[in-house]
């Protein structure tokens, strides 16, 4: 089994994102499947575009994606991507899209196919906190999550494919996504009270994660 696993670059006033920091730190090989890592842009067009480069050059059959959630106290297994692009921020581009669907004509919303429950069950059985989210928000996060469902039930479609050589081809694999917290050092000048997790604590919960997708 191949594992898909992505994290993101840096954004915002931030000079590293925890997601990338943790999923590199994850083994090659976990219960038996082997997992590839890929850092994303924090860009709606460049995220989507490195997505479905990664996903047509390794054919994985599970997708698990990881992204910052700066005020989150512990990992977050995401529910549901929506089909609404409406960033608070410009993207790492300076694209700001406001109220478009991430992709046109296409469904409202996605399900994660990754089983969502027993993720969160499992980090907590490794000792740490974890919870179900019912929002991956509404900016790139949320967009990487919609397209990667939306390619694993449509293909690279015409529609939401930036390059051609792509179309046509129906990728079959699961696909979730898990935000995360910030990291002590991110913390340090925010306010009082700003959550954090120790990467180390971080990098083992997606690791119960990355075990629970590849059975
Ligand atoms: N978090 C942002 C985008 C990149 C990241 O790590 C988000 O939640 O959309």
């Known amino acids: 089994m191949k ?3 992505t994290g993101f670059a840096p954004f915002g006033q931030e000079t590293l994102n925890p997601s990338w920091e943790a999923v590199q730190m994850l083994p090659d090989e976990i219960a038996g499947a082997k997992l590839y890592k890929r850092e994303l842009p924090v860009s709606f067009a460049g995220a989507r575009y490195a997505l479905e480069e990664a996903i047509e050059e390794l054919h994985p059959d599970v ?7 700066g005020g989150r106290s512990c990992v977050t297994v995401e529910q549901t991507a929506v089909n609404l692009a409406d960033a608070r921020i410009p993207d790492n581009d300076g694209t700001q899209p406001r109220g478009v669907p991430v992709c046109p004509d296409a469904p409202d919303a996605y399900f994660a196919t990754i089983p969502v429950v027993k993720a969160v069950e499992a980090v907590r059985k490794a000792g740490l906190p974890c919870h179900v989210s019912f929002t991956a928000g509404t900016y790139v996060c949320n967009a990487v999550m919609y397209h990667a469902l939306h390619t694993a039930g ?3 479609s015409p529609q939401c494919a930036e390059h051609a050589d792509v179309c046509g081809k129906v990728p079959q694999f699961c696909a979730g996504f898990v935000h995360v917290p910030y990291i002590p050092g991110q913390v340090i000048d925010k306010s009082a009270g700003t959550p954090s997790m120790a990467l180390t604590d971080i990098a083992a919960s997606l690791k119960a994660i990355v075990e629970v ?3």
């Open 213 to 215: 997708c590849a059975v």
């Open 3 to 5: 594992i898909l696993v």
């Open 154 to 156: 449509r293909g690279l």
């Open 63 to 69: 997708v698990l994606s990881v992204g910052q959630a």
